[in-house]
């Protein structure tokens, strides 16, 4: 088998076939720097984050290209209204982005910034010009001339007939059923930011950035390019056009798009008051790895409906994954394999890996964990599973992990880190009480947890039981209950 996903701009599922053998280029748009991040943006992030990690599984070297766009209109807005340069604006929010992608274990794309190739986008809006397919007006704007490119529409597959030729927008966003020509380049205004370059002084449009920086580093045709479904149009619709009127080449093979997230069944907005950012999470006592495994847990292609009682679910399925390994390294085993477990483990790899070739299918590759971990867990109780076992199922776990990255506890630090963020920020009354608990509690990592246990069961062999109690009173001192079995020591959290 090989990978299947669906590409928006055939509208079908395919096999994906990167250009070069054994590597993959592919470019998401990042963020706008403009604010912090919230929920539904790193929905997106966190499918391309998987699709990369899966990639890379898959035996694939990935060159994965991510923008920050750290020029555009609402930055250029805030930062006059603030009274400060653009750089100084959005440095606060580039770090947000960054942090907020280690929270839940994104791996950090090689970075692009607007800002770092404005010389590359005017000479690029001057060799568009210079075909007739841009043009200036009046005040040193540059327009793109939708009419010069006929499979305007291709990628959202709308029809744009009787589209007035000249009509033009100078906004970034804009309405979805207009075709306008679209802003390249836009001339300076008072007490706006403003660069020089071949085509005069000004500022780039939103489209044309990601254009010249997807091509600087990734070549003229690349394999993927990313987004979340809002993005279509006009988005990527402009990019297609810029960058294949002045190449003459197919873009980019392969168009990934995430569908969008809901909140409790509604579009989330700020009037709403159901309009989260990761740390507005974290601040209610939520755990990084619960938001990183319920942003994975539906496919790309669904809508994501984000619920509180899902997330608690989330929290659920992570502990009782990493409770599992727990057992796996603690226990003792008697010697031998059993070859239904080892068949087990195989069988649960290969549905893992199916899933994921299926469009990335993610709450499929889920289901196969946890059916491997329940019937281990089964197994586990009448002493079925021998000790040359283990690693088998460790490595399916890893496999698991390479992709949905919610096994390692580092909840507490991370959480830790939200808090005193929030202290500097002087957002105190926005500390939950659940935050506070759960930073008590958890003041011993599992990691840490687990290597107590360990010295308890050795202690408790060499039947030196003053060593062993008085490791459990450290622990239960700690909020952690320990209970001693025929198959082991066993912990939970109070
Ligand atoms: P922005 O910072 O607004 O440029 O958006 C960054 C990324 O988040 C883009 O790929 C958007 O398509 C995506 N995005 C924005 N809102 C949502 C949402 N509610 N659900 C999923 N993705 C979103
Ligand atoms: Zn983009």
């Known amino acids: 088998m090989a990978l299947r996903l669906f590409n928006t701009m055939s509208a079908r599922t395919e096999e994906f076939r990167p250009i070069r053998e054994n590597q993959v280029r592919m470019y998401a748009c990042g963020p706008t720097v403009y604010d912090y991040g919230h929920i539904g943006n790193f929905r997106t992030f966190v499918a391309v984050d998987l699709l990369r990690r899966f990639l890379r599984q898959s035996g694939y070297a990935v060159q994965y290209v991510m923008n920050i766009t750290d020029v555009d209109d609402k930055i250029i807005r805030n930062s006059a209204r603030d009274g400060v340069t653009v750089r100084q604006y959005t440095a606060k929010y580039e770090k947000a982005f960054l942090e907020d992608s280690a929270l839940i274990n994104i791996e950090q794309p090689y970075l692009v910034r607007a800002t770092e190739h404005i010389p590359e986008m ?63 380049w836009k001339a300076p205004k008072p007490g706006e930011a403003s660069w020089e370059t071949s085509i005069g002084a000004g500022r780039p449009g939103w489209h044309l950035e990601c254009s010249v920086m997807s091509m600087a580093e990734l070549g003229e045709t690349f394999d993927l390019h990313a987004g979340g479904e809002d993005l279509i149009f006009p988005h990527h619709e402009n990019e297609i056009a810029q960058s294949e009127s002045l190449t003459g080449k197919t873009f980019a093979n392969f ?179 659940e935050l506070r608990q759960a930073l008590q509690s958890g003041q011993l990592s599992d990691t840490e947890i687990e290597a107590k246990i360990t010295q308890m069961g050795s202690a408790r062999k060499a039947r030196d039981f003053k060593t062993s109690d008085a490791l459990r009173a450290e622990l239960t001192e700690a909020g952690v209950i320990v209970e001693i079995t025929k198959d082991g020591i066993r912990w939970r959290r109070k």
Request: no cysteine; proline share 2%; aromatic share 10%.
């Open 122 to 184: 005017g000479d690029f809006v001057k060799k568009l010009a210079e075909k007739g397919i841009a043009y200036r007006t009046e005040d040193g704007s540059y327009y793109f001339r939708i009419a010069k490119f006929p499979q305007y529409g291709k990628l959202s597959k709308k029809d744009f007939e009787g589209m007035q030729d000249g009509a033009r927008v100078e906004v970034d966003e804009y309405d979805k059923d207009s075709a306008r020509d679209f802003a390249l």
């Open 255 to 433: 168009w990934f798009h995430a569908r969008f997230l809901l909140v409790e069944g509604e579009k989330m907005s700020k009037s709403l008051g159901n309009f989260f950012t990761l740390r507005d999470l974290v601040l209610k006592g939520h755990k990084p790895s619960s938001l990183r495994y319920l942003l994975t847990s539906v496919p790309y292609r669904n809508q994501l409906n984000f619920t509180f009682d899902g997330l608690k679910q989330a929290a659920v399925s992570v502990d009782r994954l990493r409770n599992f390994r727990l057992r796996l390294t603690s226990s003792n085993f008697q010697a031998g394999s059993n070859p239904e477990i080892q068949k087990l483990a195989v069988e649960a790899e290969h549905r893992m890996r199916a899933a994921l070739e299926d469009d990335l299918n993610t709450a499929q590759a889920q289901a196969a964990i946890f059916e491997m971990v329940r019937q281990a867990n089964a197994a586990f109780d009448t002493g079925g599973v021998k000790k040359d076992d283990v690693p088998a199922l460790l490595e399916v776990l890893k496999k698991f992990d390479d992709i949905f990255a919610v096994l390692d506890d580092d909840d507490v630090p991370k959480m830790k880190r939200v808090l005193d963020w929030a202290l500097t920020e002087g957002r105190d009354k926005d500390i939950s009480e």
